[in-house]
């Protein structure tokens, strides 16, 4: 298998954070997601990509994603958190890197510098089955805090 394979999982698989399971839905949607991996001499890192929208009307300085790895029976075998701060206005598509190629381009092209905040790392030495990606909670520009309701994380 090759270094630098890409961990390639169908859609019908993933569960993305904008699926509302709440009453409320939250207000910055994961509107795409990739995940790829690569090995390493005694782990493997596992790495997610999103990019996402701000549905509110107001604009948003910071979103909380948190991603579970699953394994075959939806067992929690590694989850992590990462904040992305920045000004998000209402209706606005902040990319992430769209596949594996640009997310080596990091130490080449400054422009991806700003998409590589879209992306988490996580060593795993179990390999998962698959991952759902959340949005856990997102500040407003005026202080407020959206936070997801425990109920709504469905693995």
């Known amino acids: 298998m090759s270094r630098h394979h890409v961990f390639a999982l169908a859609c019908a698989f993933l569960t993305l954070a904008s699926t509302p399971t709440a009453a409320e839905p939250p207000p910055v949607e994961i509107s795409s997601y990739w995940l790829f991996h690569r090995e390493k001499s005694d782990n493997v890192r596992y790495h ?8 509110s009307p107001q604009t948003v300085v910071a979103v909380r994603f948190h991603v579970y790895w699953l394994d075959a029976f939806n067992s929690t075998i590694a989850n992590g958190r990462w904040d992305r701060v920045g000004s998000f206005a209402p209706d606005v598509t902040i990319d992430g890197p769209t596949d594996e190629s640009q997310f080596y ?27 759902h990606v959340y949005v856990d909670e997102v500040r407003f520009q005026d202080g407020t805090i959206w936070r997801r309701q425990p109920a709504a994380v469905q693995r």
């Open 105 to 131: 381009l990091r130490s080449y092209d400054s422009s991806f510098t700003e998409k590589l905040k879209n992306c988490a790392h996580q060593d795993i030495s179990e390999r998962p089955q698959t991952a």
């Open 48 to 55: 997610v990509c999103l990019s996402f929208i701000n549905r």
